[in-house]
């Protein structure tokens, strides 16, 4: 199981933090590329807005291909299973390094935006696919640490393209084409590696039908004798299923069944993004300078941030089977919604601002990684069945991809109109997400499927309740 989860992750959710990294060292050296690019092609000098616009291009298709990927997730997941979904997705990945190192001997920054486009849509895909992957591979007590290993390799992948971005590695104007290339190492890897493994017993027992293979792969994820009460509960949803197909995402909004399931997804797939946790970013080279931090020094600062949310996950990780869920989660928000304050205030008082925003972005990055980054990508495999999973998640990956791409539009806007007051609107999301799960989410710690719907059915039906009770 263990070596199943390291390999799949290795090439599938490790890519979305790596991606995200990489493309901070050599801004200014593909932004003088497309300069230089357009004077030699049309004589034409770039102006600052224009240099902007086309950076802005390249950075928000990274979003836009994730939106495509989150949307074709699900149907690729029903076709061809999750093992092979994940396997097919190394072709944007390959596709895209390819373009993006021979766009600097083609002298087409169009292939760098098209390369990042790709690999958006690889990333889209895999953070779907991967959680949906291990949530239906692993027992009841250890579904949560599982899955949340899907952001443990997020945060990993953050770190490390942080280092690769060095100017001591591939981080230097003669490297950054290898650098935006170097994704494909990591794909090799899960290329060479995952066929060794099986398929997601769940889909081979409730959408192929094949008892057998379900059997064989649980033996091999185990190591042992497959345990009767795990079989029964797959055995259990599949009956519950029977004669049902995968439902798609429009189907999903006008079943009464799931609407509270539905809109919880939603809702936490969404403040994931709309949170600020990417955008505190933004601030922390500035943060550091004036915290008398050398110029030459921030880089490693910068993985110092990287280090904190892999960490944070990691104790996520460890914790989320003692304390839940609904905890780990509504804690995040809660010591979020503090720090935001706390940060807001720091940007207001220039002599404390630089000591005080430093723990702010760390205690933030701290915050949102030991809950809102692990364990929102568990809740669609935990709440919804077998045939309402796929749609699930591409509600909630085409959420939280169109999320990060308004994100990144409007920060900057947020920036100038609201100056030190700008992480206020994040501070409210956070609140708001918090108050929402201790209103509406159960814990779905130790739960079967079975169980955690008769909690909903109580928020679904609640008014034919109240009637019945009359």
């Keep these: 199981m263990v070596l199943m989860v390291t390999s799949t992750a290795i090439g599938g959710t490790l890519q979305y933090g790596y991606n995200l990294a990489i493309m901070n060292a050599p801004t200014v050296f593909i932004q003088n590329f497309v300069n230089e690019t357009f004077l030699e092609r ?36 029903v076709r061809f299973g999750r093992k092979k979904s994940m396997l097919l997705n190394n072709v944007f990945l390959l596709s895209s390094s390819l373009l993006a190192l021979l766009s600097r001997t083609a002298k087409s920054f169009e292939m760098i935006i098209i390369s990042r486009f790709l690999v958006g849509i690889n990333a889209g895909i895999s953070m779907n696919v991967q959680p949906m992957y291990f949530g239906e591979s692993a027992p009841k007590h250890l579904r949560g640490a599982v899955s949340l290993s899907s952001a443990v390799f997020t945060s990993f992948g953050l770190v490390l393209g942080q280092v690769v971005s060095l100017k001591e590695l591939l981080g230097s104007e003669p490297c950054w084409q290898y650098l935006l290339a170097s994704n494909a190492i990591p794909g090799f890897i899960q290329l060479l590696t995952l066929p060794w493994f099986p398929e997601s017993p769940r889909y081979l027992l409730i959408d192929c039908g094949d008892k057998e293979a379900c059997l064989m792969a649980l033996q091999r994820l185990r190591g042992c004798e497959v345990q009767r009460e795990e079989l029964d509960e797959i055995l259990q949803e599949q009956n519950e299923t029977k004669g049902e197909c995968a439902k798609q995402p429009w189907e999903l909004f006008t079943d009464r069944s799931v609407r509270w399931q539905l809109i919880t ?42 280090m904190c949310e892999f960490t944070a996950c990691i104790l996520c990780n460890l ?28 940007l207001s008082l220039e002599v404390w601002m630089p000591y005080l925003s430093m723990t702010c972005i760390f205690t933030y990055i701290l915050s949102f990684g030991m809950g809102p980054a692990g364990v929102t990508g568990i809740l669609p495999t935990e709440i919804f069945n077998q045939t309402s999973r796929p749609a699930a998640y591409m509600t909630a990956g085409s959420l939280m991809w169109l999320n990060l791409f308004i994100i990144g539009m409007i920060f900057p806007f947020l920036v100038s109109g609201l100056g030190q007051y700008c992480f206020v609107p994040f501070g409210a ?40 009770n009359g």
């Design 429 to 468: 999301v956070c609140l708001l997400t918090a108050l929402y799960i201790q209103m509406v989410l159960p814990e779905t710690k130790g739960k079967t499927l079975s169980m955690i719907t008769k909690e909903f059915y109580r928020l679904n039906y609640r008014g034919q309740i109240i009637c019945t």
């Design 319 to 346: 914790l989320i089977e003692r304390l839940g869920r609904r905890l780990m989660l509504m804690g995040g928000y809660v010591l979020m919604t503090g720090w935001a304050i706390v940060f807001t205030v720091a």
């Design 265 to 306: 997804v939603a809702v936490l797939s969404s403040a994931m993004q709309l949170c600020g946790n990417d955008s505190i970013y933004f601030y922390a080279s500035y943060v550091f300078q004036e915290a008398g931090i050398s110029a030459g020094q921030i880089q490693y600062m910068a993985i110092g941030t990287g």
């Design 42 to 77: 049309w004589g034409i000098q770039l102006g600052v807005y224009e240099l902007t616009l086309i950076w802005t291009f390249i950075v928000s298709s990274f979003s836009l291909g994730g939106f495509i990927g989150a949307l074709i997730a699900g149907p690729m997941s």
